[in-house]
């Protein structure tokens, strides 16, 4: 090529040849990247596409908190190598680099412990499935609901609509209600003067007709399970009482159940007592 640029009288394109093909070259490197990227992420896209009608609720929010973890893990690694990559292109030698960032990276580990701890946590988070996106969970002293998991942090958003991110360094325990089933507790006063036996037949015939309802009756898996008196309360009795419902339907079942017993009580005459409250007087003493 350089012998046919003489002949042509083009001698000045010969200077900048190396320089051409190191630049044809960091697009092609470049454009590589692209496609491994753009490929990676069309993989994962597939595989979740492969389970979004998959029955199995659980298993579509793991696959789906997977799925982001897998995008982020490969575009870091598929940027690092291109990087490496066109350095080594233009002349930069990328060993002294390595070295270097080995002995940053021990230094720099002792005053980043916690954001080691943060991905390692992370890790073992995603690994042993303790959560996936869409749970309703409980940790770090926060509960909401999980929007998003990564090796770093994760984000909650509580019921006021706050949204919570929490290190995954600082996770020691994990509290999810939303695997399996749930159970909505019932815990319900009633007068002195009641008789316990009339109620929780009461009870049992509002379960039984909300198990029938076409709103909350898929959610509700089991018959209510009446436990009996619970404790003996300053002006009432307590009883206690669950139904096995979805996960994160507990709630709703709860609120829905309260409304319709609290109805079948008045019908019933039975009224649900006022706690007592206790007034403090304080004395104002004047000199």
Not at 205 to 220: K, N, V, Y
Request: proline letters at 4%; hydrophobic letters at 45%; glycine letters at 8%.
């Amino acid at each position: 090529m350089t012998n046919l640029l003489k002949r042509l009288g083009i001698d000045f394109l010969t200077e900048w040849l190396p320089v051409i093909g190191s630049i044809v070259h960091l697009l092609l490197i470049a454009l590589i990247a692209w496609g491994l990227m753009l490929g990676s992420r069309r993989l994962v896209r597939v595989f979740h596409e492969s389970v979004a009608d998959h029955p199995d609720e659980e298993r579509r929010r793991r696959v789906q908190t997977l799925s982001r973890m897998f995008n982020h893990i490969a575009a870091t690694i598929i940027g690092l190598v291109a990087s490496m990559i066109m350095l080594d292109e233009i002349g930069i030698s990328v060993q002294p680099l390595l070295a270097t960032a080995g002995v940053a990276g021990l230094a720099i580990g002792f005053g980043a412990q916690s954001l080691i701890k943060d991905y390692f946590g992370g890790f073992f988070l995603l690994i042993e499935d303790q959560l996936r996106q869409g749970d309703l969970v409980e940790l770090g002293g926060k509960s909401g609901e999980v929007e998003s998991v990564t090796l770093r942090h994760v984000r909650l958003r509580d019921y006021e609509g706050n949204v919570h991110y929490i290190p995954n360094g600082i996770i020691t325990t994990v509290t999810n209600r939303s695997r399996g089933h749930a159970f909505a507790v019932i815990d319900l006063p009633i007068p002195y003067d009641a008789d316990p036996s009339q109620v929780f037949e009461l009870m049992r015939q509002t379960a039984a007709a909300m198990r029938e309802d076409t709103l909350f009756g898929p959610s509700i898996l089991e018959d209510m399970e009446v436990s009996g008196v619970d404790r003996f309360a300053d002006s009432s009795v307590m009883l206690r009482a669950r139904m096995k419902t979805r996960p994160s339907q507990q709630q709703s079942v709860r609120r829905e159940y309260l409304r319709r017993i609290k109805l079948t009580l008045d019908a019933r005459g039975i009224g649900i007592p006022f706690p007592q409250l206790t007034v403090h007087t304080a004395s104002i003493q004047g000199g």
